[in-house]
């Protein structure tokens, strides 16, 4: 296990203990850098500033899933030409053939194309053949974290979802040496309480490994009332990606729901990339759509350009 793995050196750490260590990480990261300040030569202040971080601008596949299903090549070329800068292929990849992934490999690296994470079902964090083809698969197309999409079906009670963050937290483990991390990617179950003031979430976060990934989807979380700053705050560091997804009250049919396109719900992003890029360890964002009142790659040129706009405007 991880020297970093403070959520899993005692079984009986409670979330309030959690989230407080958690807190004090960005605490002290701050107490740290104002004592170099303070002691900093007068010279010192003239010296040029550093280069603001760039963090790549992503596309969850998911988001155009029927163009990518009818021709893969023509979709990675027009996700590349809208300017995306990486791709996240969703569970569908887990049926290439190694030499289908070296195609694909290739294609991206002519477009320049990267592809950092993939969105996984339970098989590739199953010991044995599940997790060994997950793990060649993302060798082969360049990327560095196998994330669960999705929790598998039938886990109930406080007692189930502490054995999921376990299976999760021994995957973890397992991918380390190959160069990989794991990594969850929540919906709005996850933020459902099971035991007081206990989530579902909490629990997971509680029960892996320090470096174990928090994929936050932003959308989900909002539309459950759940507060992704807040979530962020309290896991500093684990939160290496983020997917851009809004929401609004309202119906499918009124276009409100997941249908607004990025910018356009009541997701607070201005805040949420402050703290993404402060404390949440953010090292690259994944627009993800799941319909909108626009077609698929319509849908991504315009959430791209607003989140164009929002940068231009920070």
């Known amino acids: 296990m991880s020297p970093y793995s403070l959520a899993n050196t005692s079984p009986a750490l409670s979330r309030r203990n959690f989230l407080t260590l958690a807190a004090a990480v960005p605490a002290a990261l701050l107490a740290q850098a104002s004592v170099s300040t303070a002691f900093a030569a007068p010279g010192d202040a003239a010296a040029p500033a550093a280069k603001p971080k760039k963090y790549p601008i992503g596309l969850e596949l998911y988001s155009v899933r029927g163009e990518l299903a009818r021709d893969l090549p023509n979709t990675l070329r027009?996700?590349?030409?809208?300017?995306?800068?990486?791709?996240?292929?969703?569970?569908?990849?887990?049926?290439?053939?190694?030499?289908?992934?070296?195609?694909?490999?290739?294609?991206?690296?002519?477009?320049?194309?990267?592809?950092?994470?993939?969105?996984?079902?339970?098989?590739?964090?199953?010991?044995?053949?599940?997790?060994?083809?997950?793990?060649?698969?993302?060798?082969?197309?360049?990327?560095k974290i196998i994330v669960m999409a999705s929790a598998p079906g039938g886990i109930s009670g406080l007692d189930g979802w502490k054995k999921l963050g376990e299976q999760l937290?021994?995957?973890?483990?397992?991918?380390?040496?190959?160069?990989?991390?794991?990594?969850?990617?929540?919906?709005?179950?996850?933020?459902?309480?099971?035991?007081?003031?206990?989530r579902v979430m909490?629990?997971?976060?509680?029960?892996?490994?320090?470096?174990?990934?928090?994929?936050?989807?932003?959308?989900?979380?909002?539309?459950?009332?759940?507060?992704?700053?807040?979530?962020?705050?309290?896991?500093?560091?684990?939160?290496?990606?983020?997917?851009?997804?809004d929401w609004a009250p309202g119906t499918p049919a009124e276009e409100k729901a997941y249908r607004v396109l990025f910018t356009e719900g009541v997701s607070p992003w201005p805040q949420i990339l402050a703290a993404a890029e402060a404390t949440g360890g953010v090292e690259y964002y994944l627009m993800e759509q799941e319909g909108s009142r626009y077609p698929e790659f319509e849908t991504a040129r315009r959430c791209l350009e607003n989140w164009k706009t929002l940068r231009k405007s920070a």
């Open 169 to 198: 937290g021994h995957a973890s483990d397992y991918l380390k040496p190959h160069g990989l991390a794991a990594g969850f990617h929540n919906h709005n179950t996850e933020w459902a309480l099971l035991d007081g003031n206990l």
């Open 78 to 143: 027009t996700v590349s030409t809208m300017g995306y800068e990486v791709v996240e292929f969703y569970a569908p990849y887990y049926e290439w053939t190694m030499p289908q992934a070296k195609d694909i490999r290739s294609l991206m690296d002519d477009l320049g194309l990267r592809c950092y994470s993939t969105h996984n079902h339970i098989e590739s964090f199953t010991p044995g053949e599940g997790i060994a083809k997950a793990i060649e698969l993302n060798q082969i197309i360049g990327s």
């Open 202 to 245: 909490d629990v997971l976060a509680a029960s892996t490994p320090r470096e174990f990934i928090l994929q936050l989807d932003v959308g989900t979380c909002v539309a459950a009332g759940a507060d992704p700053v807040a979530w962020i705050n309290a896991n500093p560091g684990r939160i290496r990606c983020l997917h851009l997804k």
